[in-house]
Structure formats: structure tokens, C-alpha cells
């Protein structure tokens, strides 16, 4: 794709691809992402310049000793769009894993955009890149609490996503889901503005149906230590339909399945970083029970893909976004640690071992997407096989590591 046509706002801007890339050798896979029919196609390299911005915080010692942090402004080429076509677009929790890569694509896109997040589990550095860019805003603030602000769509992505992070304080969890949501639908409704909640395929519980279909009521243990998170979605899509029916609320619910890919925090206790985090260190990758439990793993850019389709497409039900490459976690332990000891990053341990656990509390056996749905009403599945989402992440987890990021 030719990016000499959009707009660069700066003309000693990163067009290049970073150094610490360089060194990578390129792949016989997939090179560019998004749909031409939303304006969200974009070349996979543009994305990973922003994997590790060249934007950076600068410091200064003034005379009292003191240090004064400043930010270098230059900021990656956009499309320009007229303002008749420019959204006015919020992402809560767009400072975290998957909100930071939507936000990226739809700054790509030439809209504007707002950034909600409190920065519980999110981080301003996956978003810094825009910091200060006349298209974007960052504001610290918690879902659970009123916002007021005119927008035209509004991603809602705000909730703990991980057991860790949502076990954490599973009330406040609960109290996302439910207030956050309740106060979103709220200003959609007051706005006019469309509204996408991002729903879970958390929603299915330990299904006994499989693979899973948007019409399946779920198996959900309503009192487990993953009720807080489960239930908390399962609420939020009853909102969702309640303010459609009632106040005519234009709604999107997208159901989303397991998700790897850069930005992934290294502590959130899900098992791809788990597994990741544990090879790059040499230490035993940990499973949890036999390791037969499946799971359908996604690149965060085919997910990415699909919740642009969905928001800017005509169905309002909800809509399965995953991967069908179903694997055994036992399986994903093998083929993680075999690219983490194979990726061109170096590493410095040559050897990993399994090691078993006694298996978690209410931890599904089987978590597969039927996406039949996305395929018709949606044009979308995913482009990206398993294997190369996993080489792009451990990748860039490699290189967090050697720079001391993570």
C-alpha cells in the first residue's frame, strides 16, 4: 500500500520501520490487515511501528536537580478524511491490550478520538504515540462514574479481562460491567450515538455445546470465582438489548474469544503471556490440569478487523470473533516454548520444561467459536493463522525483555 498519499504530520515522521524490527526477517504470511470497505486496510508494517513507538519521554535536569519530562512530538502518517466524514469516536479502556490497537486503527482511519481509561489494567504507554496529536484525547477517568462528552460511536471495551486482574476485586468488577455500561448506554442514548459493547465468550461458562454458537444460553457457574467477570458480561449484554428495546439505542455486541498479540501485559495471568513470560526466562511453563483443555486463540488485528466491521455494519445481534484453530493448552504450551527458543530475537536459555499444576476452579474444558454469523452478516474471519500471531507476539515480548520494558 502506498502511504505517500496520506497525510504525514510531520515530515521527519517514522515512515521507517523501527531498528529493533529490523533485524526480523520477513515471513511468508499475511502483510496487510483491515477491510477497504470501512477504510480500515492498512499495511501490517505501519502497525508495527507503533509495537515500540520512537515517541519517548525525554528528560531535562534543570538547576535545582529537579527533572522535567517532555515528549519528542512525531506522530505516524494517518489518512485524512473530510470533517462530514470524520467520527467523533470514545474507546473506554482504550489505553489496555486490545483497546490500544483499536484506537491505532481508527487513528489510521483519519476519525477522532477519545480515550477512557483508569489505568487499572491499561497503560498510557500503548498509546503514547498519539499523545498531544490534534485527532486524540486521554482522559483518566473510571467507567463507574457519569462522563459526558458528544460522540458520534462508542467502543466500550472497559473491564478487566483476565482472572488475575478481575479476581482481583471482583465487586469492582461486577461494578464495571454494570455501572460502566449503564453509564455508557446512557450517553449513546442521549447522544444518539452507536454503541459497541465488547461481550466475552466468557458468556458460554464451561459449555456443553461445542463449538459455540451466538444462539447457546451458556453453562455459567453464578457463584465461582469467575462469576464477577462471567455474569458481570452476561448483565451488560441484558443492558445492551434492554436500552435497544426501550430507548432505541443503535447497539453492537461482539463475543470475543481468546486474544494474543503485542501489548499483552506480562502479569495478567493468561496463558499465552504466562507461557511466553516462563520460556523467555527458562523457567518451567506451568499447566494447569491435564492440559487437554481447548482454546481457539485470535491476532489481536483479525479482532480488531471484525469490531470495525461490526460497529459500521446493519445487525444488531451478537457476534462470535475468534479463531477456530482449536488447541490444547498442552499443545500451545509446546508450540510457545519451540518459538520462543526458535524466534530470530535471541534468547538466552536454549531449554524449557513442562510442569503440572492442579487444574484451576470452573476453568472451561472447551472453548471454540462457531463465526458462521461473522461470515455472512459481517464479511469477516480470520486472516491470520495461529502460528503467526503467536511468532508476532513472542516477537515482541522478546524485544520488550532485551530493551527492559517488561
Not at 455459567?220 to 458480561?233: F, Q, S, T
Amino acid at each position: 500500500m502506498d502511504h505517500s498519499k496520506y497525510n504525514d504530520n510531520n515530515d521527519n515522521n517514522n515512515n521507517e520501520q523501527p531498528n529493533t524490527f529490523a533485524s526480523i526477517p520477513e515471513r511468508d504470511y499475511v502483510n496487510t490487515v483491515g477491510h477497504a470497505s470501512v477504510g480500515s486496510d492498512v499495511d501490517l508494517a505501519w502497525l508495527r511501528q507503533l509495537y515500540l513507538p520512537k515517541v519517548s519521554p525525554e528528560k531535562t535536569i534543570l538547576e535545582d536537580g529537579t527533572v522535567q519530562y517532555h515528549m519528542q512530538r512525531s506522530y505516524p502518517a494517518i489518512r485524512q478524511l473530510s470533517p462530514a466524514k470524520r467520527e467523533r469516536i470514545l474507546v473506554t479502556g482504550g489505553a489496555g491490550f486490545v483497546g490500544s490497537h483499536l484506537v491505532d486503527r481508527l487513528m489510521w482511519m483519519g476519525h477522532e478520538v477519545i480515550v477512557l481509561d483508569n489505568f487499572f489494567t491499561g497503560s498510557k504507554r500503548n498509546v503514547q504515540h498519539w499523545i498531544g496529536h490534534p485527532h486524540f484525547e486521554l482522559v483518566s477517568h473510571d467507567v463507574v462514574d457519569p462522563f459526558m462528552i458528544e460522540v458520534s460511536q462508542i467502543y466500550h471495551l472497559a473491564c478487566p479481562a483476565s482472572p488475575p486482574h478481575y479476581q482481583y476485586n471482583p465487586t469492582k468488577t461486577v461494578k464495571t460491567s454494570v455501572m460502566g455500561t449503564i453509564n455508557m448506554l446512557g450517553l449513546a442514548k442521549r447522544t444518539k450515538a452507536r454503541f459497541l459493547l465488547t461481550s466475552t465468550s466468557e458468556i458460554y461458562g464451561d459449555p456443553e455445546e461445542h463449538p459455540q454458537k451466538e444462539t447457546y444460553w451458556g453453562h455459567v457457574n453464578p457463584i465461582g470465582p469467575r462469576a464477577c467477570y462471567d455474569e458481570g458480561k452476561r448483565i451488560a449484554e441484558t443492558l445492551t438489548y434492554s436500552y435497544m428495546r426501550q430507548n432505541d439505542v443503535d447497539v453492537r455486541v461482539a463475543r470475543i474469544f481468546n486474544t494474543l498479540g503485542p501489548r499483552m501485559s506480562p502479569a495478567d495471568g493468561r496463558v499465552v503471556s504466562n507461557f511466553i513470560m516462563q520460556a523467555i526466562k527458562g523457567e518451567p511453563l506451568t499447566l494447569y490440569g491435564d492440559g487437554d483443555q481447548t482454546r481457539s486463540f485470535q491476532y489481536v488485528h483479525d479482532l480488531v478487523d471484525g469490531l470495525i466491521l461490526l460497529m459500521n455494519k446493519n445487525f444488531m445481534e451478537p457476534v462470535n470473533l475468534g479463531n477456530t484453530e482449536e488447541y490444547t493448552i498442552k499443545d500451545f504450551a509446546y508450540m510457545i516454548r519451540d518459538q520462543v527458543l526458535t524466534s530470530p530475537v535471541p534468547t538466552p536459555v536454549n531449554e524449557v520444561e513442562i510442569k503440572i499444576l492442579p487444574a484451576a476452579m470452573d476453568d472451561p474444558k472447551k472453548r471454540k467459536p462457531d463465526i458462521s454469523r461473522a461470515k455472512k452478516y459481517l464479511g469477516w474471519e480470520p486472516r491470520f493463522a495461529v502460528k503467526q500471531g503467536l511468532q508476532e507476539t513472542v516477537d515482541w515480548f522478546k524485544l520488550q525483555v532485551a530493551e527492559g520494558a517488561i
